[in-house]
């Protein structure tokens, strides 16, 4: 693969930094971009000094959730190195929960961030790519966003959005030479699954969530590079959908052909859950 020009949000940690630090190691220029701009910058840094030819990063601050600065930010890339080839929309937010322990601001920041955030980068990158007549946009989703997950309904909510969002953009863009993956990991061990509702108020949902991914995973959660790696084989070979890890099919069509079965496990975890809240 030649060298590419790609842009990470949420680039400075988890996911993000896992797919920079992958494209860098193959050669590719880095944007990392994050909310976190110190964090982003640092990323930057270490991952130039391991970078493979002469890829390399540099760090940006971006929120997401702002629209002019997302265009801004795209405009500084295409100007800077003349492209952009690849839009990794990997910022989020894990926001955890019964509706009932959830306020308005956990609803409006999770969609702000999770779905709000991948509509703006589309909005961004799509005219430079079509110009170029190239391009590939990969958005993070998660398998919440194919499956039902209770205890997290802003979350599955946005998740499923941008599953619906990713399908129909890459037949929009099909025809313009640009592709479109989304990506929907299972739980992975990052920060996020330790960090919900991060500034907003705090639920005891982090305890419930952890138990439904070891029931959901009782093999163990894989860690960010892998899945990076398999994102950007999927994107090599323009997937429409990537799904990690692989065994994580069998669950999708478990739900799909045998939905009690995939349900009652679900169901436990949130009877215990309230059963535990309520004592």
Known sequence: M???????????????????QALTSRGHVVVVADVDGIAARTTAAELSETAAGAGGATGIT??????????????????????????????????????DELDDEH???????NLHG??????????????????????TASMAGLMTT????????????????????????????????AVCPAFIATPLLDNLNPGMAPTAATSGVRQLAATLQPRGLPGPEPLADAVLHGVAKNKPLVVFPREQWA????????????????????????ARRAG
């Open 107 to 113: 609803w409006d920041r999770c969609l702000a961030v």
């Open 62 to 99: 971006l929120d997401v959730t702002d629209r002019p600065a997302f265009r801004d930010a795209v405009d500084q890339v295409v100007a800077t190195h003349g492209r952009l080839d690849l839009l990794f929309n990997n910022a989020g937010i894990g926001v955890g929960g019964l509706v």
């Open 150 to 181: 209770p205890m997290m309904l802003p979350y599955t909510t946005s998740k499923h959005a941008v599953v619906a969002l990713s399908r129909a953009l890459r037949s929009e863009l099909k025809p313009v030479g640009v592709g479109v993956t």
């Open 2 to 20: 030649k060298q590419q020009v790609a842009l990470v949000t949420g680039g400075a940690s988890g996911i993000g930094r896992a797919l920079a």
């Open 118 to 139: 991948v509509v703006h980068g589309v909005q961004a990158a799509v005219p430079a790519m079509t110009r170029q007549g190239s391009g590939h946009i990969v958005n």
């Open 251 to 274: 669950v999708v069509a478990a739900q799909r052909w045998l939905p009690t079965v995939v349900h009652a496990a679900v169901d436990q975890q949130v009877r215990r859950y309230r």
